[in-house]
């Protein structure tokens, strides 16, 4: 084992939330010293994007059969719209004095760390250039600008992290929480790319030094000290059949001769607690240039949908439920089906992602018509069910109960008060038509590589993102559960080794809403300003 492995498993371990006790965080919170949750580049051109709010006629269901979709033409509205669909503003509330911003793109405690960047190279619709985004006023800050002799033609979308931003609320266990908010942006630019007729290409050979270089985020003179940003991304846009190849090393020539301008803004919190813990494990789980598959799981639609609202629609309207209807009428067996085979790396929802499932779901029916309540498992691949057989409990009965889905019923009974103790005695998890835990194959991926701990947790949250849309597309509302009871999820289900391990849980029911609590437009206020 290396060192850098052993950091990143030390991390994990460390940052267990446990019955008799939770994960190192700030002993308090003062809310009036929340960090900013958007970030400005002073000194940048801003270009103004179209008006946001632009509706496509493209159904939600349409999107299980993406190839049937025109490609829209590559226009700055439609870059635009790829961005608001992906990052921007879908909501405002108001509670008394109390107004916030929700997003498309879901976040742990609504903290959203991710900052999204634009490159452009080639394009008559925008200079040459690197480009941040800024959801609130829906512009641009233009960082860098190119010269004039780059011959790359590409868009692409680059993704950082502030993890400050998540560690200001929730201390050491920050850095597991930025790696889901990644993979639900993944899954936010794969919904927001497939409406359109686009697709998008994980650059994954790519290192995190140099999406920095590219993004400019080694720069560290145009940050404030500790609000930094950590490379997470880079992301090829595709639009139509363009296959072409794509030279990175042109990019980042471009960037180091180009003209950068801007400096962020401070985030405007006093930095009372640091945590150390974070920056080794940001080190350790460092990503180098690799070579990576070209690999696909064969794709097939998932289960019928009964939703007849636009694409737009649905990721408008996209909410984490606070509660749920604990005497909820149950739902549908059909619609509990499609939701489940909506994950499977069958699914067009996984078309970006290039490499073998490694995350399985245990979930806990509540209440689901024709369903009996208990525990039943997902491998979402075959090869995994023998393991995951071997490595629970032995009184698993492991029957299958789906020809059009590999679920498997493994006990029967009331697991509502066990589901609510291992979401930290939250009832979300236990009110909910059915609550999971996402279990992933550790051991042997962690320590083929450090890095691939991130990657572990962009899954989870890309599968995430995938409930979320499928939860409101069927008239429910669903909520990511970052805070469990991790080794006594283990024990629950049977997990004596860390072979497999809970990384991320999640829960879907019918929501109740606080009437007290108003729901403004996402962009009235630039219509005002």
Known sequence: MNNQIETVLNYHNRTKHRLERYAKGPESIDWEDQPDQF???????????????????????????PETLAAQP??????????????????????????????????SGNLHPTEAYIISSGLETLKAGVYHYVSHDHTLEQRCRFSDNVTETSLLIGLSSVHWREAWK??????????????HAI?????ATATLGWSIELMAETSDDDIAQLLGLNRL??????????????????????????????????????????????????????WSVIDEVALAASKPSTKEPVWQALQSSPLTTACMQTATAIIRQRRSAQQFD???????????????????PTSPAFQAWRWPAKIHLFIFV?????????????????????????????????????????LYHLYSGDCRQFAKTLSCHQPIA?????????????????????????????????????????????????TGIGCFFDDSVHELLGFKETQFQSLYHFTIGKPLEDKRIETLPAYEHLEKS
């Open 39 to 65: 970030r400005h580049f002073s000194g940048c051109e801003i270009v103004t994007l179209p008006k946001p709010g632009r509706e496509i006629e493209v159904l939600f269901s349409a999107l299980d059969a």
């Open 74 to 107: 590559l226009t700055m509205a439609n870059i635009g719209l790829l961005l608001e669909l992906s990052f921007g503003l879908s909501a405002w509330k108001q509670f008394g004095p109390s107004r916030w911003a929700l997003r498309c793109n879901p976040s």
């Open 170 to 183: 929730y201390g050491e266990r920050a850095f597991r929480y930025c790696q889901h908010d990644l993979g």
């Open 187 to 191: 899954g936010a630019l794969r919904y």
């Open 221 to 274: 003179a145009d940050f404030k000290a500790l609000e930094g940003e950590s490379p997470d991304l880079l992301c090829r846009i595709r639009v139509g059949l363009d296959n072409k190849a794509f030279d990175i090393n042109e990019l980042i020539a471009a960037t180091q001769a180009g003209v950068w301008s801007g400096k962020a803004d401070s985030l405007r919190a006093y930095h009372l607690y640091k």
């Open 326 to 344: 604990g005497k909820m009428t149950p739902m549908s067996q059909a619609d509990f089906y499609r939701i489940l085979s909506a994950v499977l």
């Open 366 to 406: 509540h209440r689901v018509e024709g369903v009996t309540p208990g525990v039943y498992a997902l491998p979402r691949h075959q090869e995994a069910l023998e393991k995951l057989k071997a490595s629970s409990l032995e009184t698993f009965k492991w029957e299958r109960i789906a020809k059009e889905l590999p």
């Open 430 to 478: 236990s009110d909910s038509a059915f609550s999971l835990g996402m279990v992933a194959e550790f051991n042997d991926t962690v320590n083929e590589a450090a890095w691939l701990y991130r990657r572990l947790f962009w899954e989870t949250g890309l599968i995430g993102q995938v409930l979320y849309l499928e939860a409101e597309a069927a008239g429910y509302r669903g």
